[in-house]
């Protein structure tokens, strides 16, 4: 009997040892189930913030390229270029009306202005008013010298031979005998089509100072590209 009640008691534990022993090896199957959701669940909302940060970087980072650029575009227009339309046929055929046309500041920062050189500068009868307006002519009359035009042609320093001036598309009609003395840092400007041109001989304030001549004209880019001077 009591070899029965034993083994009865052992075949009553046997099953909820059995029992337990499941349950606890079930439970941490659970236990990682319930884990791995979570985990996953955090992939993918780390995932989401991860994308999320990147397009941030990318907004950012192609507004430091704009902002970039625009710095840089401002600072070769001001101080390494200039960039000017021809709105007038002064400088025909030269330079055609509504050409466009680039010059180098820095030749004038580290170099002189030259005797036929097409330049950029600031109008001076404008300028007297407190406007700044530019134009863009031919320097004739350098530092120190004297401009007498005669007969529609220009004699430099009381010369006798008129100055050789093959940019010209047609001689200049002949006007009054004209005389002009350039002072000391400034220079005498011109126009290529001197027929139709508003330069020196036309302006009130007739010289152009040194610090107001803003580049020289290199190219013109628009219709056409090509070498000017």
């Given at each position: ?10 075949g ?12 606890s ?31 941030k970087?990318?907004?950012i ?17 001001h101080?390494?270029?200039?960039n ?10 030269t ?23 097409i330049a950029?500068?600031?109008y001076p ?12 002519k ?12 005669v ?14 001036e093959p940019?010209?598309?047609?001689p200049m009609?002949p ?17 290529d ?31 056409k ?5």
């Amino acid at each position: 009997m009591l070899d029965e009640l034993r083994a009865g008691k052992i075949g009553i534990n046997q099953p909820g040892q059995n029992s337990s022993e499941h349950d606890s090896e079930d439970t941490p199957e659970e236990n990682d189930n319930a884990s791995g959701t979570g985990n996953a669940t955090k992939s993918k909302k780390g995932k989401s913030r991860k994308e999320g940060f990147n397009l941030k970087d990318e907004v950012i980072s192609w507004i430091q390229v704009l902002v970039a650029a625009a710095i840089i575009a401002f600072c070769v227009n001001h101080f390494i270029i200039a960039n000017s339309e021809v709105p007038t046929s002064s400088m025909e055929t030269t330079i055609m009306a509504g050409d466009r046309v680039i010059g180098s500041r820095l030749s004038y920062k580290f170099g002189d202005p030259q005797r036929g050189d097409i330049a950029i500068f600031i109008y001076p009868d404008d300028e007297a008013k407190g406007i700044k307006t530019y134009y863009v002519k031919r320097i004739i009359g350098m530092p120190g010298d004297t401009i007498d035009i005669v007969d529609g042609k220009v004699y430099l320093n009381g010369s006798d031979t008129p100055l050789d001036e093959p940019y010209l598309h047609e001689p200049m009609e002949p006007e009054e005998p004209q005389h002009y003395e350039v002072p000391d840092g400034c220079y005498f400007m011109l126009g290529d089509n001197r027929n139709y041109s508003n330069d020196a001989r036309r302006w009130t304030h007739k010289y152009v100072k040194r610090d107001k001549l803003v580049a020289k004209v290199l190219f013109q880019y628009f219709p056409k590209i090509q070498k000017l001077n």
